[in-house]
């Protein structure tokens, strides 16, 4: 996803600061941060490499590979950054490889144990889209194939890609207050045909306090995922940090819905929505955008280790509909916002809802325009 307004990028990060002050003392009980000592403080990711190449300056999806990593832009106008970028270990672009047709909005990557590359073109911030597809490029193929699918319920967008034990695709919805919804074909993928999708159920992941241009609400969304070489771990990242769940029997959406993940803080990221695993699975490793940076900023690929610290999130007191899992019922006393809001007490006063309109307009997010 692409940040677009005439604010600076401080001008942003204060108004986030404005908006979390007005914020603070109205969360409803069901949202419990973390405490501050547990990302107060964190330590920025180790450079590993800078990617110089000017074509590269959207990178919204990363995988790493035994030889370097393979990178996508985010929906590029520019024909010329509508390519699979093949990278060395030095950043350097070694290869490129067109699509047969124009991408809407490429936002995610993963990689199988075979080494085939899946390119999630899943974004749709205006959710309109009528389906969302994955590329997948075969070891050797000179041209990826495109794999439409249709959501069961309406338009979502969504800015992750996992593949579950099987090698099946699950998109991770984006979210916007902590709680994303998590979906699969249901049967496998045809090059000539959509293939409905199927609800799988809902992942909330806990509130920090992490440093971030985007201040709370960049905490709130999902944009990006990761599976570890071994299948053993998963990971899911916001803007500000990386959540990491076991997968020990290689179920991936009971281990997202169950589980409590382990917090690894990515803090003050220009942009970050690329998350991947080392090839070691020893570290986590990440890149921003730099598109709206300052002259000469360049994407750079950070290494983190991984934190054993765990979160125990809040019980929720979100009811989730047995026959649909993505209807969620807002508790008694409570306003549904929509997808995976949090609920607001209803003694909101009208006046402070219009500062936070007016303030949330300052950071309003929008893509491009797509195909």
Known sequence: MRVRGRLTWGRRARAGAVLTALLAGMLPPAVVLVPAAATAGAAAGTPVCQVRDDRLREISGMVATDDGYVVINDGADDEARRRIFFLDQRCAVVRTVSFPSRPRDTEDMAIGRDGTVWVADIGDNDRTRTTVGVWRLAPGAKQPVLHRMTYPDRPHDAEALLLDASGRPLIVTKGGSGTVFLYAPTTALRPDAPTPLTALGQVTVP??????????????????????????????????????????????VRALTTGTPRITPLPDEPQGESITYSRDGRSLLTVSESAGQPAGTRPTILRYPATATTVT????????????????????????????????????????????LGLAGVLRWRHTARR
């Open 207 to 252: 509130s920090t306090t992490t440093s971030n241009p985007f201040s709370f609400l960049g905490r709130g969304v999902i944009t990006g995922a990761a599976s570890a070489p071994d299948g053993r771990r998963v990971a899911l990242r916001s803007y500000a940090d990386a959540f990491e769940y076991d997968v020990p029997d290689g179920d991936v």
């Open 313 to 356: 999130a809040a019980p929720s007191t979100e009811s989730v509909d047995p026959v649909s899992p993505t209807a969620v019922r807002p508790a008694a006393g409570e306003v549904d916002g929509g997808e995976g809001a949090r609920t607001w007490p209803l003694a909101l006063g009208a006046g402070t809802l219009l500062i936070l």
